[in-house]
């Protein structure tokens, strides 16, 4: 059974980093691309960027070029999402997600990441 | 990031069918065709159709997906009240080099 299981909740300062890390089971972790999605409180789906785990290379949205880095260990097979500079509107959930057949088919559960002084 | 265009809410009666759409371009939508995703209140999304008109297994045969163009639907025959959701759908945008999503659809279901 497929499952994307990533760490818990985040209260961040503004100006601070995030790391938001994502453990996938029941597949082999470098098959399948990984991207990160996230959503702000009451809004939409906003795609962050993605992670080819085969190779290490990446995608990112422009409008987070520059503030995201997202990375994979293939030694512990776990994906990671690090956002620096933080600010108030990127309080959010933050989901890892997987890419099959061309489209999300698994979603992770969620990271609740406050940002607030 | 340019997005894809739905419309903020849908309302239908029980047992009813609803169709929702989603617009995009020659770059997403008109390409790549749309996947949908299905989100219910405190859950992370579902996966509900990709490439147009492909469900996952355990997705109910009452969803269909199609595309027309640059517009994507989503058709949900005898709703539900378990079909009350916001539904996102999804495309590839290679003008953009990202994945562009819609704003979402607040689905009732009266």
């Known amino acids: 059974q497929v499952q994307l299981v990533q760490s818990g909740a985040e209260l961040k300062k503004p100006g601070a980093s995030v790391k938001v890390s994502c453990e996938p089971f029941?597949?082999?972790?470098?098959?399948?691309?990984i991207h990160w999605v996230r959503q702000a409180p009451g809004q939409g789906l906003e795609w962050m960027g993605l992670?080819?785990?085969?190779?290490?290379?990446?995608n990112y949205a422009q409008k987070f070029q520059g503030r995201v880095t997202i990375t994979g260990d293939t030694s512990n097979n776990t994906a990671y999402m690090e956002l620096t500079s933080l600010r108030s509107d990127d309080t959010a959930i933050y989901y890892c997600v997987r890419e099959g057949t061309g489209a999300f088919d698994y979603w992770g559960q969620g990271t609740l990441v406050t940002v607030s002084s | 990031q340019a997005g894809l265009t739905q419309p903020p809410s849908v309302s239908k009666g029980l047992r009813q069918t609803a169709t929702l759409t989603c617009t995009g371009n020659?770059?997403?939508?008109?390409?790549?065709?749309a996947a949908w995703l299905q989100q219910h209140q405190g859950h992370p999304p579902k996966l509900l159709s990709y490439?147009?008109?492909n469900r996952p297994s355990g997705i109910s045969e009452r969803l269909s997906a199609s595309r027309s163009g640059n517009t994507a639907s989503l058709t949900i025959t005898g709703l539900q009240p378990e079909d009350e959701a916001e539904y996102y759908c999804s495309a590839w945008d290679r003008g953009l080099s990202a994945w562009v999503f819609g704003g979402g659809t607040k689905l009732t279901v009266l």
């Open positions: 490439r147009n008109n």
């Open positions: 029941g597949y082999t972790f470098t098959a399948y691309y």
């Open positions: 992670i080819n785990p085969n190779d290490g290379g990446t």
């Open positions: 020659s770059n997403n939508v008109g390409k790549q065709g």
